[in-house]
């Protein structure tokens, strides 16, 4: 195969995938590039400009330095921002029905399990709450700053967790509100790498208060 049938073939295989996502801003008349565009979920980890050797070291290491512990407490934070960037979505019934589902879906898997709460609401019914509300609402997590470093559980002797907490604050249609604490927690979770299935550390909020 030559280079030039190649790039073809990825062309096309590229136009191809963005064709649902290329009809929401005309469908709805809104620039969905004005949208800040979530990070990948813990789902479909993100390893893009990771080495093998990096991969290995870090996301499948046995122990954690503090470095790579610092590296996934910025993480984190992203974490965070994807979360309510997703809501905003989600709220929005101007964007495409499958486009809102998907992101119901990827912000549920930002949460540790199932009993994850997010003002007082298990998160799974909080994300699905939004998904009906009338007009569509804008968030935006602000002033982020790490309330308190990641630590291994103190219950955990294996040292395969750790807890930290995020202090911020959300803009709701341009209202700021008063201070919020997110629970961070760090742990090692299987995911599939094509047919593979390893385990990874991995980032997800434990709750919102």
């Given at each position: 195969?030559?280079?030039?049938?190649?790039?073809?073939?990825?062309?096309?295989?590229?136009?191809?995938?963005?064709?649902?996502?290329?009809?929401?801003?005309?469908?709805?008349?809104?620039?969905?590039?004005?949208?800040?565009?979530?990070?990948?979920s813990?789902?479909?980890?993100?390893?893009?400009?990771?080495?093998?050797?990096?991969?290995r070291?870090?996301?499948m290491?046995?122990?954690?330095?503090?470095?790579q512990?610092?590296?996934?407490?910025?993480?984190?934070?992203q974490?965070?921002?994807?979360?309510?960037?997703?809501?905003?979505?989600?709220?929005?019934p101007?964007?495409?029905?499958?486009?809102?589902?998907?992101?119901?879906?990827?912000?549920k898997q930002?949460?540790?399990?199932?009993?994850?709460?997010?003002?007082g609401?298990?998160?799974?019914?909080?994300?699905?709450?939004?998904?009906?509300?009338?007009?569509?609402?804008?968030?935006?997590?602000?002033?982020?700053?790490?309330?308190?470093?990641?630590?291994?559980?103190?219950?955990?002797?294996?040292?395969?967790?750790?807890?930290?907490?995020?202090?911020?604050?959300?803009?709701?249609?341009?209202?700021?509100?008063?201070?919020?604490?997110?629970?961070i927690?760090?742990?090692?979770?299987?995911?599939?790498?094509?047919?593979?299935?390893?385990?990874v550390?991995?980032?997800?909020?434990?709750?919102?208060?």
């Amino acid at each position: 195969m030559t280079i030039k049938h190649f790039n073809m073939k990825s062309l096309l295989i590229i136009i191809a995938f963005l064709i649902p996502f290329l009809g929401i801003g005309q469908n709805v008349g809104i620039n969905t590039q004005s949208m800040p565009a979530p990070a990948a979920s813990n789902t479909n980890l993100d390893l893009s400009g990771y080495s093998a050797m990096e991969m290995r070291t870090t996301f499948m290491a046995s122990s954690l330095s503090q470095q790579q512990i610092n590296t996934f407490q910025e993480r984190s934070i992203q974490k965070l921002k994807d979360f309510y960037n997703y809501l905003s979505i989600i709220s929005n019934p101007k964007f495409n029905k499958r486009l809102r589902e998907n992101s119901k879906n990827q912000a549920k898997q930002l949460f540790y399990g199932t009993d994850c709460k997010v003002d007082g609401k298990l998160a799974t019914t909080y994300i699905d709450s939004c998904f009906s509300l009338a007009g569509g609402v804008e968030w935006k997590a602000t002033d982020i700053i790490v309330k308190k470093d990641m630590s291994p559980d103190v219950s955990d002797t294996s040292a395969g967790m750790y807890h930290g907490e995020l202090s911020f604050k959300v803009v709701v249609n341009s209202i700021e509100s008063g201070t919020k604490v997110a629970q961070i927690i760090l742990s090692k979770s299987e995911k599939m790498f094509g047919e593979t299935k390893r385990e990874v550390w991995s980032v997800f909020i434990c709750s919102i208060e």
